[in-house]
């Protein structure tokens, strides 16, 4: 591990510096008419749209709300780009709109809206402004988040009546009118050609340095080298997922393998606006293939790459296949590599070399219809090797043909459907139809009595510390016999959030979470949110890092790699072990609320992509979290819509990217979803944290819940977390108190349906994660002493100020004492259905704006605590929360 007193920036400059360099390379230029874009010096700009001063860094949710030093807007970084001659007094009028106007946040958690209300300027400014400028540069933003989905309604989807009205009147006036969409998705395009927009590009949402990183593009001073990581259609009930999308009960997954490119390039090419791993660059490149062979099981490809245009850039090669259709129908392009040149200078040539197995190209046959069920498959025929600038550019540059069917991997049936329903497949000549899924034929409960894990015999305390077995001095089982089942009860259950036992406003803790189980030398383990950076309600700073989808659209391994490399100094710096984050689900419909936390419509791509994340992660001793394991598709209804999918499909396209991560990125850390796959919770699926991720990929990390799970159909106080043992699935986030936490478990040690070694397995997996963190190094470093928590410390402060009933928005006069760190304990009762509903906001002084998600308690009373220092001996409380909670006293401690 990398010594953590290496690392004093906090937040880390470093990480900032490569963020904007990500922002820019992920830009995807869309379309560059009359090459409006790069913007010439000696041009000057009128900026149209809110959006260039109210930038949208990232998502709402977990995926977002990181607290930042600052943010660069668009128009401050045109505005600090020497190349970028900008109409200020169009700014000014901007500006003091938006003073007017100023951007809806919504109330708590991910309420922020979609999208904003806009400025449509008098058609007199508009024309002005030409007068005064060359070129308009509208920007267009939308949010997206947890909780909701987008919708194809006007300010989600589709453009609103504001936002056509600005398109109309500038590119009245404009004929050289640039759009950059500042949003986390895609959206609908119909009105690119609709208003003749001469100059597209999706600028995502580049986190806190993204304005800086636009502008680097739109001057010139960077080449945008960005490709889309979905398909754009023309519209939105074009995609195959529309008519199987938004339940609130189950959702048919009918397309099957079908998924963006793999539908349209097979069965609709006509429907597509924008196609899979496009994007234009400021100059042109050649790709010609120089060579490739096929040498055992390995297609090697070498491709030079050469700059004939006028400017330096870069160029993304990709590599697809076309697989015989043979018994079980497949999908006329699948990506199969990829690589990124380096910066390239003009009549200058970069070659690259690109392989990958031929066993990639197998597909899973669920049904046995090729004789070989529960087996992937290569069937004879033809494959050819289509090389290119994205799927619909890739030119047949190879082929190599397969005799008889070959099978490259033997499996078992797992996660099967269990109702019936029709899946989409080709005809011989590529024409749409349908036929009954495979469903499930195994015993799940009888595959679990099958396989109990053997339990070790209690002794007790013998005295051997978790160092011990970290020294080798005594094995995992030897220490793990000693637990007894309380503290077996205690080690599955997470706690949080802001628990007072890790670094203030942490997302959650597990581990030593109980003084008996400290005692056995067991650290609490930290951990945060989320994708974008790190997320801590007490209000500490850290670095906004670009979203997901933007980091896709680089199709840049190493340099996704070195973000998050990057990421762990700060998580280095902040005591934090572990971010909740990449996600890695699939974009099956471009409605998905999370869309902009996930990376692509393309299971390699995300795979890769997220694989290299978690390498980066890695580097200095953190874990990242890859998330929501599995088939995580919709916001609405999450924690009861049941995906229905084949298991062809989920092995092919939705569990792919995950288990590219294990068998790629040697990920520590996973975290299953709220939806329900195939009729049983992921937390609770044994087929998939036992069968399919530990024993057939190898997986040797520990698993945990997302925060505050359904674990059954029966709306139970009382937590499922038999059957989440069960599973392996290892932790339950989340609890106020794991020793309070109601749950079944020791019922069910009592009746028999859960064992000591079930329970004693999951204990394993988590201290074999514990002694790996930065924590356990700590702890050892600290002479096997733990560290010393704010709620052990509780008994040692004293309570300075109280105040009963408190209501929200009221503000509260606050006598401190004294300066320094304090602590505000809030005992509510809250009684609500999801996250967003459970959101305790806190102003203190008139500055410190800190916020603390808590669990619903069922009108039972309940504590959060949020650290705070204060530079004064008086100042202000003031608190916001929902209808469903009530706040009965805030105590403040030092």
């Known amino acids: 591990m990398t010594a953590i007193k290496e690392f004093e920036e906090k937040p880390y400059a470093t990480l900032a510096v490569h963020s904007r360099k990500l922002a820019a390379e992920g830009c995807v230029l869309l379309k560059n008419e009359n090459n409006v874009l790069p913007i010439k010096p000696e041009k000057t700009v009128s900026f149209f749209g809110r ?42 009028i901007y500006r003091a709109w938006v003073k007017e106007n100023p951007f809806d946040e919504g109330n708590g958690w991910a309420t922020e809206p979609w999208f904003q209300k806009e400025h449509v300027p008098d058609e007199s400014i508009v024309k002005t402004a030409r007068e005064k400028s060359d070129v308009a540069v509208i920007v267009i933003g939308r949010t997206a988040g947890e909780d909701r989905d987008n919708a194809p309604e006007k300010g989600s989807w589709y453009l609103t009546d504001e936002e056509e009205a600005l398109l109309q009147v500038v590119s009245k006036y404009f004929e050289n009118t640039v759009v950059l969409l500042n949003v986390g998705n895609i959206i609908d395009m119909k009105w690119v050609e609709k208003y003749n927009i001469k100059s597209v590009m ?101 491709v030079i790459v050469k700059n004939t245009g006028h400017v330096k850039g870069s160029e993304v090669v990709q ?96 996660l099967a459907p269990e109702r019936d329903f029709d ?42 510390k978790l160092v011990d077995v970290k020294n080798e001095k005594n094995t995992i089982e030897e220490f793990v016999s000693q637990l007894s089942d309380t503290d077996l009860r205690c080690i599955v259950t997470g706690e949080g959030m802001c628990s007072p036992k890790a670094r203030p406003g942490n997302t959650g803790v597990f581990g030593g979470v109980t003084q008996e189980l400290a005692n056995f030398g067991i650290p609490v383990v930290c951990l945060a949110d989320g994708p974008s950076g790190i997320r801590m309600d007490n209000g500490d700073k850290a670095t906004s890092m670009p979203n997901g989808t933007l980091i896709a659209c680089s199709w840049d391994t190493e340099a996704a790699e070195k973000l998050y490399e990057y990421a762990s100094v700060e998580l280095c710096r902040n005591n934090i072990d572990s971010l909740l984050g990449p996600g890695i689900n699939i974009h099956r419909s471009p409605l998905n609320g999370r869309n902009f936390e996930y990376l692509s419509e393309d299971p390699y791509l995300t795979g890769k992509i997220g694989a290299a994340l978690v390498r980066g992660m890695n580097i200095h001793g953190n874990s990242a979290t890859v998330k929501h394991f599995a088939a995580n598709s919709q916001e609405y209804s999450r924690r009861d819509v049941v995906s229905v999918v084949s298991e062809r499909a989920l092995r092919e396209i939705y569990l792919k990217p995950f288990e590219i991560c294990v068998k790629e990125g040697n990920v520590r850390t996973i975290m299953t979803s709220y939806n329900p796959m195939n009729e049983h919770w992921t937390a609770v699926n044994y087929e998939l944290n036992t069968v399919i991720l530990r024993e057939e990929w190898g997986y040797t990390g520990m698993v945990m819940t997302d925060w505050w799970p359904k674990l059954s159909k029966e709306n139970d106080e009382k937590q499922n977390l038999r059957d989440m043992v069960i599973a392996q699935n290892d932790v339950f986030m989340l609890s106020s108190d794991a020793m309070t936490l109601n749950s079944n478990i020791a ?90 509903q459970l959101v305790i906001t806190a102003k203190i002084n008139d500055k410190i704006n800190t916020s603390v998600t808590v669990s619903g308690t069922n009108g039972k009373m309940d504590r959060a605590y949020i650290d705070f220092t204060t530079n004064s001996e008086k100042g202000s409380i003031a608190l916001s929360f929902p209808k469903l909670a009530s706040v009965q006293k805030i105590t403040v401690m030092a």
């Open 202 to 302: 999706y600028v995502w949402q580049g986190g806190q340095e993204g304005g800086n990183a636009v502008c680097d593009v739109l001057s010139g001073d960077v080449n945008p080298s960005g490709r889309l990581s979905d398909t754009i259609a023309q519209d939105i009930s074009d995609y195959p997922s529309s008519k199987n999308f938004g339940g609130k009960d189950f959702n048919l997954y009918q397309e099957d393998i079908y998924v963006g490119y793999r539908y349209f390039e097979t069965f609709a090419p006509e429907k597509v606006l924008y196609p899979f791993g496009f994007g234009l660059s400021y100059t042109e490149f050649d790709i010609n293939p120089y060579s490739i062979k096929k040498h055992n099981d390995k297609i090697s490809a070498v």
């Open 51 to 92: 959006t260039q001063i109210n930038y949208i860094k990232s998502g709402t949710g977990s995926g977002g709300l990181v607290h930042t030093e600052y943010v660069v807007n668009i128009i401050d970084g045109a505005l600090a780009n020497p190349k970028i001659n900008v109409n200020t007094e169009l700014v000014d």
């Open 747 to 836: 019922e069910s040690l009592e009746n028999g349906t859960l064992t000591r070694g079930q329970l004693q397995r999951n204990a394993q997996n988590i201290l074999s994660y514990i002694m790996e963190t930065h924590t356990f190094e700590r702890f050892i470093e600290n002479g096997g002493k733990l560290e010393t928590s704010l709620k052990d410390r509780l008994n040692e402060l004293e309570t300075i100020f109280e105040c009963s009933k408190v209501k929200s928005g009221e503000t509260i006069e606050a006598n401190y004492k004294n300066t320094g760190k304090h602590l505000l304990c809030i005992d509510y009762t809250a009684k609500a259905e999801s996250i967003s």
């Open 423 to 464: 899946v989409l497949y080709p005809t011989n000549n590529f024409k749409p139809a349908y036929r009954s899924v495979s469903t499930r034929t195994v015993d799940y409960d009888k595959r679990i009595a099958d396989n109990l894990p053997e339990t070790i015999e209690y002794t007790g305390d013998r005295g051997i």
């Open 319 to 414: 590599v697809y296949a076309q697989a015989p259709q043979g018994s079980l129908g497949k999908a006329k392009r699948l990506l199969c590599a990829f690589a990124k040149t380096a910066v390239i200078m003009p009549d200058k040539s970069d070659g690259i070399l690109l392989e990958f197995d031929v066993n990639d190209l197998a597909s899973y046959d669920d049904s046995g219809i090729t004789g070989n069920k529960s087996c992937y498959v290569l069937e004879a025929g033809e494959y050819s090797i289509y090389i290119g600038k994205n799927v619909r550019d890739a030119k047949k540059a190879f082929a190599f043909k397969i005799d008889e069917l070959t099978v490259t991997e033997q499996l078992t049936e797992a």
